[in-house]
């Protein structure tokens, strides 16, 4: 059973930053390609950011390209998600995705963490 848990939303300012972390329980965290998602009040959850195994390839929303950057350590299980530069449209509660490769579905799903950017 993979378990993920999401810390480090808050209220920032707009142009502010925000570090998220997504600690991931099991052995196999190494073995899963990871993501982070996003869902706004009233809108559909949206994808944001995700990262390979070996943290060698990376793929970005264009609305947080060049904004945002994932990045993982292996040796703590830890995904994370580096926002600056951010903006009242980035509000939302993030949520941190696991899955085993890019032809399944994400399997596993944190609780979610509030990030709200005050203009």
């Known amino acids: 059973q993979v378990q993920l848990v999401e810390s480090g939303g808050g209220l920032v300012q707009a142009g502010g930053s925000l570090r998220l972390s997504c600690a991931v329980s099991?052995?196999?965290?190494?073995?899963?390609?990871m993501g982070w998602f996003r869902q706004a009040p009233g809108k559909e959850r949206e994808f944001v950011a995700r990262?390979?195994?070996?943290?060698?390839?990376?793929s970005y929303a264009d609305s947080v390209k060049g904004r945002f950057t994932i990045s993982r350590d292996n040796a703590k299980n830890t995904v994370y998600l580096q926002m600056n530069s951010l903006k009242p449209e980035d509000t939302a509660v993030y949520y941190c995705?696991?899955?085993?490769?890019?032809?399944?579905?994400?399997?596993?799903w944190g609780q979610g963490t509030q990030v709200t950017v005050s203009s």
């Open positions: 995705a696991a899955r085993s490769n890019d032809y399944v579905e994400w399997g596993y």
């Open positions: 099991g052995r196999t965290f190494s073995s899963y390609v």
């Open positions: 990262i390979h195994r070996s943290g060698g390839r990376t």
